[in-house]
């Protein structure tokens, strides 16, 4: 949708007249091409139901199709309006609340959004029209996520123009989608479900925590052994036997006498 600039509030009495007969053109031509559809609604019918002349109309839309692209060209100001607002500090919240507000726009539309859509797929200037504004769309877009990536909020290596590409494949075939389906689901959450699967490999790229050059030892992560309490050391038998020999050899004594038991022969009786 081309961005067109809002006309400003007529002052004399002579442009509000003007304004009110435009104004009553465009409900009657609406109210037709809901009920009747573009196609079957003529310009008779709509100056009919305008209480206006036919020449009062050609002085102010040179054919039907020129109401309907009025009626695009200032739903598409609400969709410019709503990108120009996109904050780049968090470019994933920003991108999830404008699909918010564009489902509230569409829905507010109601049946004349229908209408619209269905002109575009068969009217060729319609459709022209639609595909510039695409390109429109994707070069405001494109220069959001380069400020967001200016920032830090969005990846370095992120290329902002393929990023508005994916981005406005992702919306096309998604609104196509839900018209198709009378609004049978959420928009806004259908996309947004999209959306945060294409931030997660949009983030920025975080440092990876410090790490040791060398892992320690699994054992060395244990609790350390205690050395167990011992009271005072007492020798066993062998070594009490052992330096009690050593005693009597130093002492010059023979050496039987250190022994623990008698010889065989003093034991006999």
Known sequence: MARTARPAEPTSRRERGKKRRRDAIKRAAFALFVEKGFERTTVDEITRRADVAKGTFFSFFPSKRAVLVDYYQALDAHFFEAIDALDPDRPEEALLG???????????????????????????????????SGHAV???????????????????????????????????????????QDGAFSLSQRLGAKIRLLFGGL???RAPAR???????????????????????????????????????????????????????????
């Not at 564009?102 to 109601?110: I, K, N, T």
């Not at 005072?232 to 022994?259: I, M, Q, S, W």
């Open 98 to 132: 404008y699909y918010r507000r564009a489902e509230r726009l569409l829905r507010s539309e109601d049946r004349l959004a229908h209408v619209l859509i269905q002109a575009i797929a068969v009217e060729p200037d319609l459709g022209l029209m639609d595909r510039e």
């Open 138 to 180: 994707e070069r405001r877009v494109a220069a959001f996520l380069a400020e967001s990536r200016k920032r830090g909020t969005m990846r370095k290596d992120a290329e902002p123009d393929l990023a508005a590409r994916v981005l406005s494949d992702i919306w096309s075939p998604t609104v196509r989608e839900w018209f198709e």
């Open 211 to 269: 790490t040791p050059a060398r892992m320690p030892a699994l054992r060395s992560l244990a609790r350390p052994r205690q050395p167990a309490k011992r009271g005072p050391y007492t020798p066993n038998k062998k070594e009490r036997t052992r330096d009690a020999k050593e005693h009597v050899l130093d002492a010059g004594l023979p050496a039987r006498d250190f022994r623990s038991r008698p010889p065989r022969s003093s034991r006999r009786v």
């Open 203 to 205: 983030a920025p790229v």
